[in-house]
C-alpha cells in the first residue's frame, strides 16, 4: 500500500498530521515544536503542501513515539483553533459515537 | 473439547516470551515499525483508530467456562470491560495498550488461549460449525479436523509470509453454518462408501472481489487432509500475486489461471508429497480425538413435561422457536444466546456478561461454550428439561432477545467507530434498525431474514451474503449505504446485487423497513421466507418500492 | 552483511560476480541468468560455483545444475516476501540440495526458527545486532507442530514417544 509519503501531497485547506503514541496508541498530533501532543488545539497547522511535507518529514523521523502518521484535515474557529474536518477524524478526537458497552 | 496437553502449553508460553522480547525491542527502537508491524499482526495485535486492538482466537469457536473467565478477566484488567466477538469465531479487545499486551497474553496462555495468528498473512484460526459435536445434521465432529489443522497451521515454516491472510473453514452438517463457500478453503467433510472424507473448495472469499468458492475435489479421504492442503498452499505461496495487495488472495489466482489448471497443479505437487510424513494415520487421528473431552450425554426422553409447561407462555415460546435448536442425543438442545439485544452493537459482551454465561455453562451446559460465525454465543450441551429455568437467567443478564436468526440478528462489523479502515459506521446503523424492529412479535412474523452491515468494502460484516446486504461507502465526507439483496451465505452461498444508488445515513433504515414491508405484502405465506420471496419475484418490485419516495 | 553459517558467524569466501565480468578461480557467486547462459563453460571450471536464484522462478528448473553448485541464495526482496520458504524446502526435500542454502535480502532474526526449518543453513543477516542474536533466535521455541526436511521431532512424534514409554 501506497504510505501517504509516497503519495503526492495535495493539501487544500489546513491541515494537521496525526498519528497513534506507539506506547498505547492514544490519539496524538505533531506540534510546532516538533513533540506531540493529545490535545488537538495545541497541534501544529500547516497551510500549503510545502509545510505539511515538513511537518510529515519530522513526525517520519519519530516513530519510536507515534506511529502511522498522516496529514489530516481541520478547520480553524474563530480563535484559529484547529478543529477536525471530517467525520473519521471527529471521532479519533471524540472517541466511538456509540455508546460503549457497559457504561451504560 | 480439545484439552492442551504439555507440548501445546509450552508452545504457548515460548510464543509470549518471543512477543514480550519484540514489544521490548520495539519500545527501545530495535525494532522499527515497518519490522514490527507484521509481527505483532500475527500475534492479533491491530493499530486502530483510537488504540490498540487484540484479536484473540478461540480455535475452531470452543471456549470451556474457564476461558471464558480469563477472556472477562482480561476485559477488566487491560480493557474497557467488554469485548466483541467476530463473524470468524473470534474476540477482539479494543483499548489494549502495546505495553501491557503481552502481559495479556500470558494471562490467556495460562488458559491455553492465544491471539496467534488471528491476523497478518499466514493460515489463520480454522473455524467451524459451532453446532459441531452436537448438531442433529451432522455426519462427524468437524473439530477433530479443525484441531488437526490448528496444530499444522500453527507457525507454519513454509507459510507464515503467504501473499496475504488464508482463513479455512470446515463443516461436517447439511446445513452449512460455518459459510464454508466463502473461505480461501472450504472444506466439507462427507462419507463415501464408509469412509470419511472431504468435498475440498477453493478460492471463495468476499472482500472487494467477491467469489464463491469451486471444487476442486469432490472427495479427499482424510488420511490425506494435510497433505492436500499443504499441496494448495505451496501452489499459492509460490504462484500467488504478491504485486497488488488487492489481488494477492488465493481466488485472484484461482480466477486467473482457471480453477482446472489450479486443481491440475494442486495434484501435480500433491502427487509429490501424499505419501510424506503430513499422512494421518488412524493413531495420529486417535490421539487427539483422545485429547477432546466431550461430555456423555445420557439419552434422555424428548419434550420433558418442564418444557411443555414452559412453552404455553407465549414469550418462552417465541424464544425457544428461534433460540432452540434440535440435539443429536434425545432429550436435549442447543441454545444460541443472542449478543444483538435492541439498541447495542452486535456481538459485543461486557466482562460481567461473560462471567455470569460462564456460570450457566458450568450450572446447565458441561461448562462449554461454542462462538457462533453469526456473533452470538450458544450452548451446546443442555436437557431440554432445563430450557426454562436457564431462559429465566439468560433473560436476567441480556442474552435471550428472541431475535436468533430474524431481522435483528445483525452481524456488522466494527465500522468506523473503531477501525481505521472503515469509510462509514455500522453500529449505528445496526442499533437504529434493531430500534426500528424491536416489536418481538413483528419480527416473529418477519421470519428467517438476515442482515449484514460492513463499513468498508473489505466486507468484514460479510454484505455480500446477507438477505439484505448494507455497504457504508463515503461521499465527500457524508456516509452512504449501498444495499444488496439475495446474498446468502450457506451450502447454496450466493452474492447479492446491488438494488440501485446508495442512500445517505438519514434514509436507510427506511429502505430497509421498504424492502421488509414489501416481502410482507407480496410474500405467497408466512411460509415463504424473505429470502425465497427474493429468488421468486426478482429484484424489481423491491427496488421499486425502495426508491419509491425518493 | 554479517554471516551467519551453520549457526556460528563465518567469513563469506564467496565472491559476487557481474553477469559481463569475468569469473575469478575462487569461490563465485553468479546470477540465474548466467548459470542457465553459460551452462558449458561453467561446466569446466573448478573453483567452488553459487548461484543467487529468484524467488520468482521455478525451483525445478535448478535442479539439474544442483550437482555442481556449493551454494544457492535465495532471496528475500522484502521479509514478508515468504516464496523463498517454499523454494528452500523443496531444495532440500525434493532436489536433495546439500549444499550451503543461503537466505539473503531482508534477513532479520525473527525468521530465523522459519528459515532454518524450511533448509536454510546460512544467513546473510541486515543488521549485527540479529546476526549477534542468532543462537537465542534460532531457539525460541522448542515444540514444532510441522514434519519438515529439517529432522526436527515434531509434536506428534513426541506425543506418540510419550505414550509408548507410558505403556
Given at each position: 500500500m501506497t504510505s501517504p509519503l509516497q503519495r503526492k501531497l495535495k493539501i487544500s485547506g489546513p491541515t494537521v498530521v496525526t498519528a497513534n503514541r506507539l506506547a498505547d496508541g492514544l490519539v496524538v498530533w505533531l506540534t510546532p515544536a516538533g513533540g506531540w501532543t493529545a490535545t488537538l488545539s495545541e497541534a501544529a497547522v500547516g497551510a500549503t503542501s510545502e509545510e505539511v511535507s515538513r511537518l510529515l518529514d519530522i513526525a517520519h523521523t519519530d516513530e519510536n513515539t507515534a506511529v502511522g502518521a498522516y496529514p489530516a484535515p481541520v478547520r480553524l474557529a474563530g480563535d484559529g483553533t484547529p478543529e477536525p474536518a471530517n467525520l473519521r477524524e471527529r471521532i479519533r478526537v471524540a472517541g466511538p459515537t456509540i455508546s460503549l458497552p457497559g457504561a451504560a | 473439547m480439545y484439552v492442551y496437553d504439555e507440548f501445546d502449553r509450552t508452545f504457548l508460553m515460548e510464543r509470549v516470551a518471543e512477543f514480550r522480547d519484540q514489544v521490548e525491542r520495539r519500545l527501545s527502537g530495535a525494532l522499527n515499525e515497518e519490522e514490527f508491524k507484521p509481527l505483532r499482526l500475527m500475534n492479533g495485535v491491530y493499530l486502530q483508530l483510537h488504540a490498540y486492538m487484540l484479536r484473540v482466537c478461540i480455535p475452531y469457536g470452543t471456549l470451556s467456562s474457564r476461558q471464558l473467565r480469563a477472556l472477562a478477566a482480561v476485559a477488566r484488567k487491560y480493557d474497557r470491560g467488554y469485548g466483541h466477538f467476530t463473524t470468524r469465531q473470534n474476540i477482539q479487545f479494543n483499548w489494549i495498550k502495546l505495553a501491557e499486551l503481552p502481559d495479556a497474553m500470558a494471562d490467556l496462555a495460562e488458559v491455553g488461549i492465544h491471539g496467534l495468528q488471528t491476523s497478518g498473512n499466514c493460515i489463520r484460526n480454522t473455524t467451524t460449525d459451532p453446532w459441531a459435536g452436537a448438531a442433529a445434521d451432522e455426519v462427524a465432529d468437524p473439530?477433530?479436523?479443525?484441531?488437526?489443522?490448528?496444530?499444522?497451521?500453527?507457525?507454519?515454516?513454509?507459510?507464515?509470509?503467504?501473499?496475504?491472510?488464508?482463513?479455512?473453514?470446515?463443516?461436517?452438517?447439511?446445513?452449512?453454518?460455518?459459510?464454508?463457500?466463502?473461505?480461501?478453503?472450504?472444506?466439507?467433510?462427507h462419507k463415501r462408501d464408509g469412509k470419511t472424507g472431504f468435498e475440498v473448495i477453493v478460492g471463495g472469499g468476499l472482500g472487494r472481489s467477491p467469489f464463491i468458492g469451486k471444487t476442486i475435489r469432490d472427495f479427499l479421504p482424510e488420511e490425506d487432509l494435510l497433505s492436500y492442503l499443504e499441496a494448495i498452499l505451496r501452489t499459492y505461496n509460490l504462484g500467488g500475486r504478491r504485486d497488488n495487495i488487492y489481488k494477492a488472495r488465493i481466488k485472484i489466482q484461482v480466477?486467473?489461471?482457471?480453477?482446472?489448471e489450479f486443481a491440475r497443479r494442486v495434484e501435480a505437487e500433491w502427487a509429490e508429497i501424499r505419501d510424506g510424513a503430513l499422512k494421518l494415520d488412524d493413531a495420529a487421528l486417535d490421539a487427539i480425538r483422545d485429547r477432546f473431552a466431550n461430555p456423555d450425554l445420557e439419552a434422555l426422553e424428548d419434550g420433558p413435561a418442564e418444557l411443555a409447561a414452559a412453552l404455553a407462555d407465549p414469550a418462552f415460546a417465541r424464544w425457544h422457536a428461534n433460540s432452540v435448536a434440535p440435539h443429536k442425543t434425545r432429550g436435549h438442545a442447543i441454545v444460541t444466546l443472542s449478543l444483538k439485544p435492541v439498541g447495542a452493537p452486535p456481538g459485543d459482551a461486557t466482562a460481567d456478561q461473560m462471567d455470569a454465561i460462564a456460570d450457566l455453562a458450568d450450572q446447565y451446559a458441561y461448562g462449554e461454550i461454542r462462538v457462533a460465525h453469526e456473533q452470538n454465543l450458544t450452548l451446546p450441551y443442555v436437557r431440554q428439561k432445563d430450557l426454562p429455568a436457564l431462559w429465566e437467567k439468560l433473560k436476567a443478564i441480556g442474552v435471550a432477545t428472541p431475535n436468533v436468526g430474524l431481522v435483528t440478528d445483525i452481524i456488522a462489523c466494527p465500522g468506523l467507530d473503531y477501525c481505521s479502515l472503515a469509510n462509514a459506521r455500522s453500529i449505528p446503523i445496526a442499533q437504529k434498525l434493531t430500534e426500528r424492529f424491536s416489536d418481538d412479535a413483528r419480527i416473529t412474523d418477519i421470519g428467517r431474514l438476515h442482515v449484514n452491515i460492513s463499513g468498508c468494502i473489505n466486507a468484514c460484516g460479510h454484505h455480500h451474503v446477507g438477505h439484505i446486504g448494507i455497504l457504508g461507502v463515503e461521499k465527500k465526507d457524508e456516509e452512504f449505504f449501498q444495499i444488496t439483496l439475495g446474498g446468502k451465505g450457506n451450502s447454496k452461498a450466493r452474492l447479492g446485487e446491488l438494488i440501485g444508488p446508495a442512500v445517505p445515513e438519514s434514509e436507510i433504515v427506511d429502505v430497509v423497513e421498504r424492502l421488509v414491508e414489501t416481502y410482507l405484502d407480496l410474500r405467497t405465506s408466512p411460509a415463504e421466507t424473505f429470502i425465497a420471496a427474493v429468488e421468486r419475484l426478482g429484484l424489481d418490485p423491491f427496488k421499486e418500492r425502495a426508491y419509491a419516495s425518493r | 552483511m554479517p554471516l551467519v553459517k551453520n549457526g556460528a558467524p563465518a567469513e563469506d569466501p564467496f565472491v559476487a560476480v557481474a553477469d559481463d565480468a569475468p569469473l575469478p578461480d575462487g569461490p563465485a557467486l553468479i546470477s540465474a541468468a548466467r548459470l542457465l547462459a553459460e551452462d558449458a563453460a561453467l561446466a569446466g571450471r573448478n573453483g567452488p560455483l553459487g548461484v543467487v536464484w529468484p524467488n520468482s522462478r521455478d525451483v525445478a528448473e535448478l535442479a539439474p545444475f544442483l550437482p555442481r553448485l556449493d551454494l544457492?541464495?535465495?532471496?528475500?526482496?522484502?521479509?514478508?516476501?515468504?516464496?523463498?520458504?517454499?523454494?528452500?524446502?523443496?531444495?532440500?526435500?525434493?532436489?536433495?540440495?546439500?549444499?550451503?542454502?543461503?537466505?539473503?535480502?531482508?534477513?532479520?532474526?525473527?525468521?530465523?526458527?522459519?528459515?532454518?526449518?524450511?533448509?536454510?543453513?546460512?544467513?546473510?543477516?541486515?543488521?549485527?545486532?540479529?546476526?549477534?542474536?542468532?543462537?537465542?533466535?534460532?531457539?525460541?521455541?522448542?515444540?514444532?507442530?510441522?514434519?519438515?526436511?529439517?529432522?526436527?521431532?515434531?509434536?506428534r512424534d513426541a506425543r506418540r514417544a510419550l505414550a509408548k514409554a507410558g505403556g
Open positions: - | 473439530r477433530l479436523y479443525a484441531e488437526v489443522i490448528r496444530q499444522w497451521s500453527t507457525l507454519h515454516p513454509e507459510f507464515t509470509y503467504l501473499p496475504r491472510k488464508f482463513k479455512i473453514a470446515i463443516t461436517a452438517a447439511k446445513h452449512d453454518r460455518a459459510a464454508i463457500r466463502v473461505h480461501d478453503v472450504g472444506l466439507r467433510l480466477h486467473e489461471v482457471g480453477t482446472e | 544457492v541464495a535465495l532471496e528475500f526482496p522484502k521479509f514478508r516476501d515468504g516464496r523463498a520458504y517454499s523454494q528452500a524446502r523443496l531444495l532440500r526435500e525434493r532436489h536433495g540440495f546439500k549444499g550451503e542454502l543461503r537466505a539473503v535480502g531482508n534477513v532479520l532474526r525473527d525468521q530465523v526458527l522459519l528459515m532454518l526449518r524450511a533448509g536454510f543453513d546460512a544467513f546473510a543477516f541486515d543488521k549485527d545486532a540479529d546476526a549477534a542474536a542468532f543462537g537465542a533466535a534460532a531457539s525460541t521455541y522448542s515444540v514444532f507442530y510441522q514434519p519438515t526436511g529439517d529432522g526436527r521431532t515434531t509434536a
